[in-house]
C-alpha cells in the first residue's frame, strides 16, 4: 500500500520553484547571471520566450537583460523606445561612466526607457507573470528589482459587429477578446473617474485578468463586497471564458435560469454600469458579466431604450408571452388533447382528431419526437458552417415539415405546436434565458402528460416556486414582480413595459438607495 | 442582503393572508350564503365579515403584544409552558385536520371535474410535494410567489365576475330582507369561519418585518375579502337563483361554466378556470403545510425548519383519506367546525389577553 | 443521504410516468358525440328483435358521431358523413355503456352540441326526472348544451338527412346560435336553463324539433310541468308567451291591415310586470312596450303622416295584444303552468301576498286576472313614403 503511495507520489511533478499556488517562489538576486540562469530554468523549453542579454557603456561593462513573449509584445515599442535608447543613446551619453555608475537603475528606469508604461517589481514571480502578460522585462546586473514595461500588443482580430444580441438601432460594436480593448469601450462610454477598474488575477496556471468595473458612488458596496468575497472563494487553474467565472460565482448551480447575465454589447454593460450593476471583464473572452441580475434583464435588449416606448413597450409584452410560450405551449397541448378535448373549439377537435387517425404514436411521444428533431437541427446548424448550415435548415425544414406529416409519423397539429415553441424561444432576447426556458418545457410536458391540466398547472407551480426562490447577489431573481416593495414599486415602470424615458427618472434596484436619481427635466412639456 | 429568507414585507402578508382566506370562502360560501338565507345571502355575508374583522382585532391585538414570538412561545410566558405547549399541540392538530380536509375536497373534486380515472391518492401526493417543495424555501419564498400568484387568482376571478355580469338576473335577489334576524345572525356565524384562517396571524408575526402594521393589514385584507365574496355571493344568486345555488356543491365552479367569453380560443372555460381555483387551493394547502411544520419546530425548538416539512406529508395525507367520500368529508368538517373552530379565534386569545394583561406581560404598544 | 432522497424522489416520479396517464386518451381514440337523443323504449314487436324485449329496457339512446375524416374534408375509409348508434338499457348509464360494446372508440360527450328528448320521455315523470339528473350529475355535460323536445322520437330526428348540415347536433346548435336573436318562434334553452325552470318553476318550456324531408325546422315548444309533457305550444303561442318574458326582442309582425298586409319588425322590446288588487283578487297588469319600424306596407299609399302612423299603430298593438292574451289563456286555462314566472314576480314584489297565495298557485294562477297593455312605436318607415 505504501509502496503504490510512494510510486504515485514520484509520479508527481517535483518542483522546487512553485509554491501550490503555482507562484515562483524563487527570489530575485543582485547577480544579474544568476537570475538569468533562474530564469532560463523556469523558461526551459519555452521556444516563444526571446532574451537577450547585453551590455551597455563604452567599455561594455555593465550588462543587462531584456526578455519578452514572441510576438505578444509590439516590436515597434520595444526596439524604438527601449533598444534604440539603451543601445545606442545610453552609450553616447557622457564617457564619465563611473559618476552615474552608482546612478546606473534610477538613470535607465527614468531616462533610458521613451516609454510612459513602466513599472518597477521585485519578486521573480510578478517578473516572470509580466512576461507571459505580453510585457518586457529589463534587468540590470547589480539590482534586485526588476523593470517591467508595458509592450503588450499582441494580435486580436479588432472590435467588429456583436453577433448575437442584433439590434436595429443603436451602436454595432461588440467587446472583443482583449480585456483592454474591453475597458476602453466602456471607458469611452462613461468618461468619470468614479468609473472604476478594479483589477484582478484568476487562475494559478492561465492568470487570467479580469477587471471589476463599477461606478464608485453607485453601486451597492455589500453587492460589490460580495462579488469579491465570491471571486476571492475558488482556486482554478485556468479561465478561458467569462462563462467559467459566471458558474463559478452563481447564487444556485441547480438552476437552469442563468443567474448572470452576459453581454456582447458594450452599450449595454455601460448602462447596466450606469444603473449600479457590476460589469466583470474577463480577458480572452468576448463576454462581459453584469451583476447582480434579475429575470427582467434578460428581457431587456439595449434597443428598448434608443427606440420609442410604445413600441418597445409592445414588444417586451410580446417577449415576456414568448417565454411563456416556449415553455407551456407543448405541455398545454397534451394537456388538451389528452385529457380535455372538450376545451378545443368543436371543429379543431375535429380536425386535430381526424388528422392524428393515422399517427401510430401518442401525442406525448409525437411532441418529444419533434422537439427532440428540433433540437437537433438547432444543434446541428450551430456546429456546421455557415453556407452548409443554412442546407441544414432546409433538409429539417422539408424532412420534418412536409415528409414527416406526409409519412404520416407526426400530425401536422404538431409541427405548428413544434414552430411556434421554437420561434418564441427565438423570440427571448438572451439566449442563455432561452435554454432555461427550453429545460422546464420538457418538465412540463411531463407533468402534462401524467396528469393533464392538473399537471400542467403543478409543473408551472414547481417552475415558479423555483424562480421565486432563486436569488441573484441577494436580489430576488423575479424582482420586480415579487418584493417590489423594495423599491418602492419603481422598477415596474421598466419591467413588462418600458414607460417613457422621462418617467424611469430613477434608477433601479441595482443602485445605492440614496443614488437614485438619474434624470432631472429642467422644463417639462407643457409647463 | 434585502431580504432574509425568513422574513416578509407587510404587503406580501397581505397577499398571502388574502389568498388564503378568499380561497376558503370562495368555492362554498354562495352555498352555504343560500342555505342560511336564500336571497339574502348576501347580507349574511357582510355581516360575517363584521364577525371576523372582530377576531382579527381580538388576535392581531394579542400578536402585536408579542411581537417576537409566536403563540407557541406566548401561550407558554403566560400560562406557563406545559399549558402552552398543550395548546399550542392543539393548534397544530387543528391546522393538520383542516389543511387534509382541504386537501381531500381539492381531491375530490379534480378527480370529479377534470381527472375521473386517476388515483386520488395521486392528485393528493403531487399536490403535496408541491406545496412541500414551496414550504421547504422558506416564507420568504411563499410570500413572493404570493404576489405572483395573486395575479393568477384574482384576474380569473375578476373576468368571471365580468363575463357572468350580462347574464347576472339582479331581480333574483328579491325579495330583500325577508329572513328572520336570528337566522341572519346563525348564517353570519357560521359563515364566519370561513374566516379561521386568520387564526394564521398567531404566528406571523416574528415572520414579518415591521409587525406593527398587523392590524390595519388585517383589516384591510377581510375586508377586500368580504367585499369581493358579497359581490361573488351576489353574482351566484343573481345567476342560479337561490333555489339552484343550493342545489350545487359547487356554486361558483357552475358559475364557471355559465360564461361564454366571445371569440373565445376554447371551447369550455369551466376546466381552465379550475386553474385559478387549483392555484389557491394550493396557497392554502402549503399555507397549511408551512404552519404545521413551523408551529413543530417552535415547539422542539429547532432552528431549521426544512427537515420537518417532509415528515408532516404522510400526517396530513393519512387524515385526508380517512373520510369515505365527499358527504363524509363534509360531515367531519362540519363537526370540526362546531367543536373547535371558535377556540382560537375568539376564546383562546381573550383568555390569553385577560392573563397577559394581569400579569403585565408583553408590549403595550396601545398607548399614545 | 441526501443523493438517496433525490433518488427515491426520481424513482417515484419515474414509477408514475409508467403506471401513470391513467386518464390519457389520445384524441383520435375518442368518439365526439355530438348529439344526444334520449327517449323512452317501446318494444315494437315487427322490428325490434325479441332478446330486447324485457322489462328491464326503459331507454332507448341514439349517439350521433361525426365521421372525422369526411367532416374535415378528407378521404375516409367510409362515405358516411354520421354514424348513428342506438342502444337500449334500464338506466341512463346502462345504456350508455352497451354503447362502448358497439363502438370501436372511446364515447366522449364533452363536444356534445344537443341532447334531444324524444315525446315519450317527456311524458315520463319518472324517466324525465332520472334523466335530467344524470345530465347534471355527470360533468361532461356542459350546462350549455341547448335541449330541444321532439314531436316524435329523437332517434328519428337524429336520424333525418339535414342536406345543409349531416350532423344534427351542429345543425341545432348552429341554429340556435345563428338564428336566436332575429327569431322568436322559439326559444333556445339550454341543460342549465332547463334545470333551473325544473327547479324553481316546476314548469318548462322545450323547444320543438319537427322532422323535415331535408331539414329539421325548430319552432313552437313543448310545455313541461312536473316533468310531464302537458301539450305543445305551436310558435305563435310561444311568441306571445315571449313578448311577455324576454326583453329586447327582435321579431317581425305580420298583420292584415285594410285591405293589404303590413309588417312591422320589431327592433327592441320591453316588458313589465304589476300587480295591483281588485276586490280581493290580484290582477296582473302586464305592459309591453315596443319600438321598431314598418318594413312593409303598400305603394301608392302614403304613410308618411301622423295620423296613419298612429292608426297601423293601433292595429299592431291589438295584434300584439290578442296573441299574448291568446298565449296566456291557453298557460292558464288548458295547461295551467305559470312558465312565465308570474308567481316568481309576484314574489319578488309583494312578498307578503305570495306567502298567502303560494300553496294554492296554480289555481290562483288559473282564475288570475290578466290586464295587458301594448304600447308600440314606429320609429321609421323605410326609404319610400
Known sequence: MKKIKNWFNKLKW??????????????????????????????????????????????????????????????????????????????????????????????????????AD???????????????????????DGYAKVIVIGTKGWPNRGIQNPDSEVVVRGPKEAFSEALRMNTVLIRRRIRDTKLKVKQLRIGNRSRTDIALMYIEDIVRKDILEEVEKRLNNFK???????????????????????????????????????????????????????????????????????????????????????????????????????????????????????????????????????????????????????????????????????????????SPIVVIIVSVTAISSFAIPDDSLTVGFRLIKYLIIAFSAVLGLYGFLLGGLVVLIHLVSLKSFGIPYMFPYVSSVINNYYDLKDSIFRLPIFMINKRPIFARPNEKIRLKIKNKKGE | MFSQNNKISMRQLEILLFLDLFSTAVLILPRRAAEFA????????????????????????????????????????????????????????????????ELR????????ILLPRTPIEVIMISMLFVSAYLVRQGYE?????????????????????????????????????????????????????????????????????????????????????GFINVILVIVTLGVFGSIETKEQIWPVIGLMQVIEIPGAFLERQDALMMIFWITSVFSLISAGLYFVSFIITRIMEVEEHKFLVFPMIPIIYLIALIPDNIAETLDSINIMKNYFRISFLFPIPLILIIVAKIRKLGETIEKK | MRKNKILVFIIIFILCMLTGCWDSMSIDRRAFIVAVGIDKFIFNELEDEPSLNKQINRYEMTFAIPNLQKVVGEQGLSDEPRFVKTSVGPTFINTYKNLEGRINKNAYFGHTKAILLGKELLKDKTLLKETLDILQRNNQFSRSIPVVSVDGTAKEALMANADMQPLIGIYISELFENNEGVNTRFEQRTLGDLLKDFKEDKGAIIPKLSIGEKD??????????????????????????????????RLEVSIPYKHFYIAYHVSNSKSKITFYKEEEDIVCRVLVEAEGRLEEYILDENILDNKEIEKVEDAIEKSIKEEIENSIHILQKQYNTDVINIGKELERQDPKQWELVKDNWDEVFEKMKFDINVSINIRRIGQIK
Not at chain 1, 14 to 23: A, R, T, V
Not at chain 1, 298 to 306: G, T
Not at chain 3, 220 to 237: I, T
Request: with cysteine; glycine share 6%.
Open chain 1, 118 to 140: 513602466v513599472k518597477e517589481v521585485e519578486t521573480l514571480d510578478e517578473a516572470v507573470l509580466a512576461v507571459l502578460s505580453g510585457d518586457t522585462i529589463l534587468l540590470i
Open chain 3, 216 to 249: 329539421i325546422k325548430i319552432a313552437g315548444a313543448a310545455l313541461v310541468k312536473d316533468y310531464e309533457l302537458k301539450g305543445w305550444l305551436d310558435e305563435y303561442e310561444v311568441r306571445g308567451m315571449l313578448w311577455i318574458k324576454k326583453n329586447n326582442q
Open chain 2, 141 to 225: 419564498a411563499r410570500g413572493r410567489l404570493g404576489e405572483i400568484l395573486f395575479f393568477v387568482i384574482f384576474i380569473p376571478i375578476i373576468s368571471i365576475l365580468l363575463f357572468v355580469l350580462p347574464v347576472t338576473d339582479f331581480r333574483n335577489l328579491k325579495p330583500i330582507l325577508t329572513t328572520p334576524l336570528s337566522k341572519l345572525l346563525k348564517g353570519s356565524y357560521d359563515l364566519g369561519f370561513t374566516f379561521s384562517y386568520i387564526e394564521f396571524l398567531l404566528m406571523v408575526a416574528p415572520l414579518v418585518k415591521n409587525p406593527k402594521g398587523l392590524k390595519k393589514s388585517a383589516f384591510k385584507v377581510i375586508g377586500m375579502v
Open chain 2, 105 to 112: 375536497i381539492f381531491g375530490e373534486l379534480v378527480k370529479q
Open chain 1, 236 to 410: 482554478i487553474d485556468g479561465i478561458l471564458d467569462s462563462g467559467n467565472i459566471e458558474q463559478l460565482i452563481e447564487d444556485n448551480w441547480k438552476s437552469p435560469f442563468p443567474q448572470i447575465q452576459g453581454t456582447q454589447r458594450p452599450d449595454k454593460a455601460s448602462s447596466a454600469i450606469l444603473e449600479g450593476r457590476i460589469a466583470i471583464i474577463v480577458d480572452n473572452s468576448p463576454f462581459v458579466l453584469l451583476i447582480p441580475t434579475t429575470i427582467n434583464s434578460f428581457f431587456k435588449s439595449s434597443e428598448d431604450y434608443y427606440q420609442r416606448w410604445s413600441i418597445m413597450s409592445f414588444t417586451r409584452f410580446i417577449r415576456y408571452i414568448a417565454a411563456i410560450f416556449s415553455a407551456a405551449i407543448p405541455g398545454f397541448y397534451i394537456a388538451l388533447t389528452d385529457y380535455h378535448p372538450s376545451m378545443i373549439p368543436t371543429p379543431l377537435t375535429m380536425a386535430i382528431a381526424a388528422s392524428r387517425e393515422a399517427v401510430p404514436f401518442p401525442s406525448v411521444v409525437e411532441v418529444v419526437l419533434m422537439e427532440l428533431a428540433f433540437e437537433l437541427l438547432r444543434e446541428a446548424g450551430i456546429r456546421l458552417p455557415g453556407p452548409i448550415g443554412n442546407t441544414i435548415g432546409i433538409v429539417g425544414g422539408i424532412i420534418i415539415g412536409q415528409a414527416a406529416v406526409e409519412a404520416k409519423i407526426v
Open chain 2, 38 to 101: 336564500n336571497q339574502d345571502g348576501w347580507i349574511i355575508v357582510i355581516l360575517s365579515t363584521f364577525l371576523a374583522l372582530f377576531y382579527s382585532w381580538i388576535i392581531t391585538y394579542l400578536a402585536s403584544r408579542f411581537p417576537k414570538d409566536t403563540f407557541v412561545e406566548f401561550s407558554s410566558k403566560i400560562l406557563s409552558k406545559p399549558v402552552g405547549i398543550i395548546l399550542s399541540l392543539f393548534l397544530f392538530i387543528k391546522i393538520c385536520f383542516n389543511t387534509a380536509m
Open chain 1, 14 to 115: 517535483e518542483d522546487e520553484f512553485h509554491d501550490e499556488d503555482n507562484k515562483v517562489t524563487i527570489p530575485l538576486s543582485k547577480n544579474l547571471d544568476e537570475n538569468i540562469k533562474n530564469l532560463e530554468i523556469l523558461f526551459k523549453d519555452c521556444g516563444d520566450f526571446v532574451k537577450r542579454k547585453f551590455p551597455i557603456g563604452i567599455n561594455k561593462e555593465l550588462n543587462m537583460f531584456i526578455g519578452y513573449i514572441d510576438l505578444m509584445i509590439d516590436r515597434r515599442v520595444i526596439e524604438e523606445s527601449l533598444l534604440e535608447q539603451l543601445i545606442l543613446q545610453v552609450r553616447s551619453v557622457s564617457p564619465s561612466m563611473d559618476k552615474i555608475k552608482s546612478s546606473i537603475y534610477e538613470f535607465i528606469r527614468d531616462g533610458g526607457i521613451a516609454t
